[in-house]
């Protein structure tokens, strides 16, 4: 089944405090976004990659796109993220059966991940990538901040990217979502009632948000 990535880099990196748009951050002398398309360049999965960046800075992209072979189109992003992955989607190429959508913030993602994820999507229409959580999690009072219950453990799990659909579902997501923004693409699908495999990915596979992050992130890679 023919399988395209759409790689989510339009997101400027305040937390980072830095004024450019975090997928170019260096991270090892190489953009932040490199990493991750590095991993989808090798892997016999990935049939095609769809970058999105932003609008100031496609001239940076377009750049660093030209080193992949696998990257067949460079758009400009939106203002949010839900934004950003659905004009991701007018770039797919309408063969493709399968759409993997991932952050570019998380560099260090495996490809024994992404083949666990596709081998998902055999028998689901949607699946994630996610590691089961390790503190212990406290639901508070947003008002008070008090602790209002403490959530099982064995239950939760944090979610990553990539994530993968079947092509109609995600375009379905989207189409009735316009107005919604999500932080991940798997609660869009959700909502339309369609179940979400959980897929284990792995704890090397840190979103970077902090500089903290991208600290743990060099010493990682």
Same mark, same amino acid.
């Given at each position: ?55 100031? @800075? ?65 028998? @689901? ?77 792995? @704890? ?18």
């Amino acid at each position: 089944m023919k399988t395209q990535v759409i790689v989510v880099a339009a997101g400027i990196g305040s937390r980072l405090k830095c004024q450019i748009p975090k997928a170019l951050v260096v991270l090892k002398r190489k953009p932040m976004v490199s990493w991750s398309l590095e991993v989808f360049e090798k892997s016999s999965l990935i049939d095609g990659v769809v970058m999105v960046g932003h609008k100031n @800075y496609l001239s940076e992209f377009k750049k660093i796109s030209k080193r992949f072979k696998k990257v067949k189109a460079v758009v400009i992003g939106g203002v949010k993220r839900s934004d950003s992955v659905r004009l991701g989607l007018k770039a797919i190429d309408t063969d493709t059966q399968n759409i993997l959508v991932h952050d570019a913030a998380r560099p260090l993602i495996d490809e024994r991940s992404i083949q666990r994820l596709c081998h998902s999507l055999k028998s @689901y229409q949607a699946a994630i990538l996610a590691v089961p959580v390790k503190p212990t999690i406290k639901q508070v009072d947003e008002k008070n901040l008090c602790i209002k219950q403490t959530l099982p453990r064995h239950l939760l799990w944090e979610a990553q990217t990539p994530q993968g659909f079947h092509r109609e579902v995600l375009i379905k997501a989207h189409q009735q979502s316009i107005k919604e923004e999500a932080t991940d693409d798997a609660f869009l699908v959700e909502r339309l009632g369609i179940k979400v495999k959980v897929v284990m990915g792995g @704890y090397r596979n840190i979103k970077i948000t902090t500089s903290q992050d991208l600290d743990l992130a060099e010493r990682l890679l």
